[in-house]
């Protein structure tokens, strides 16, 4: 087994800064305030962890714990203030289905424009047009705009684009719940599939009992700190045992 | 931040480990150069979508602004030169309109390069890509648009009598790419400020505010050697748009009239250099604030 993502000590702090006017940042120097100027946040404390290529690992823990800010971190949008993160592979985030989609475009359009986005390359989104289309359940609205489709259409399009990007490590954020029932299931087969295949899954849901189905590994966050690394179902009871 | 790892957008041969988020700038921006058609297509369809007259957009404003600036400087201001007016400049109109079209196509990128960070937050706050690819692409998009008002002036000039030479070509081609990497380095520079402080957007309106009137689209160069001397007169030269337009003015106006007036001194020998390396090095310093900002982009936006 290979590392597919290495993270090391890493540290990340927000800067929440409540006002960037000149002048109300003067009055509440005058006023003594000056506390109030900016507050900072420590979104992940010297976190490590290591993932081999073919794990599935579902972050898990409460709102604020860090999960997200750990996806992008791996997925390079952000970059730690200290530590290290390295990934092999590529990487490819469904972090938010969609992003990306531009509504006055056509649906053969966005597909073209959300797959480069995500990677792809001219070849790769040709060849694999059809089976997108496919997949989405499209059909002949491909080339009706996007603005056009019902929230349904549009989420089984983007999700379509996304599944076939075919990266090593495949990022996942709160997008699993995405169309209807029948589809919501085509959806979860696809990502156990590519589970099967040998890709790397990190998952972060809120949704547990789909984490269970889909990951075997479960890291358990609090406050930017890993406090428990195991198998999911031993992270998920703990965290419903809290 | 800089290292020759290949960014994780391309596909790794292998799986070595690397570093996620760090990319190598405008080189990246060359590799995913079929994304960037990607976003300057998509550009293009939406700018106008929903009007009617769609891209003739883009020849109704310059087209508009050349009739006002012509009536209200060539005929009432008298910089025309007529049978009455001897000390007007010849074939005003265009003179004007070719300094028009090129201080446009800098105004127009500069804009939409400016504001381009800031309006693909969604994208970038979710997805690591070259995010010098927007600016970039904004640029690209103001050439497309500057190409057909071109061509208008391309016609006009040969109704007034120019035959092209290839010195011509050269320092028209030379003053499109000063205006083009000027405007890369400044959209990158304001570009990425524009995420921490939107202040940024208005100090740009202003720079675009006062672009027409400190190069020498309206008047003529000789007007201001005249008033602030040989010294300050190399100072206004150092502005690659000055340096731009007046190569424009050589290429597509001073052929179609009898040379009377001529272009500044050593123009095509030394100052299209010196254009081109002031524009070359505001690149760099784009280019360089940029990555020092961008790390912090998706948490600021």
Redesign the interface.
Known sequence: MTTAIEIRNINKQFVLRHTRSLKEALVWLLRGRKGDLSKKFHALRDLSIDVEHGETVALLGLNGSGKSTLLKHISGVMLPDSGTVRTGGRVAGLIEVGAGFHPDLSGRDNVFLNGAILGMTETQIKEKFDSIVEFAEIGEFIDTEVKFYSSGMYLRLAFSVAVHTDPDVFLVDEILAVGDEPFQKKCLAKIKELAAAGKTLVVVSHDLDLVAHVCERGVLLEHGRVIMDGPVGDVISRLRGN | MTNGRTS?????SG????????GNGLVDVFR?R??LK??V??EL??RY?GSVLGLLWTYVKPGVQFIAFYIALGVFLGLEQSPTNRGGLPNYAVYLFSGIILVNFFTESLSTATRSIVNNS????????PRELFPVSSVWVSAVHFFPQLFVLVVASLFTGWRPGPLEAVTAVAGFVMIALLATGLGLFFGSVNV???DSENLVDLILLIATWVAPVLYSWRMVLDKAGEAWFAVYQLNPITIAVECFHHAFWLPTTAGAEGSPPNLVTVWVPVGLLVSLAILFLGQWTFRRLE??F??EL
């Not at chain 2, 994780?8 to 790794?12: A, K, N, V």
Request: aromatic content about 10%; charged content about 25%.
């Open positions: 994780p957008t391309q596909q790794d799986r070595a480990l690397v570093a996620p988020g760090t995913s079929f994304l990607l976003l297509r998509k369809r939406i979508r969604g994208l970038i706050n979710k997805i690591y890509l921490y402080f939107r790390g912090r998706a948490q």
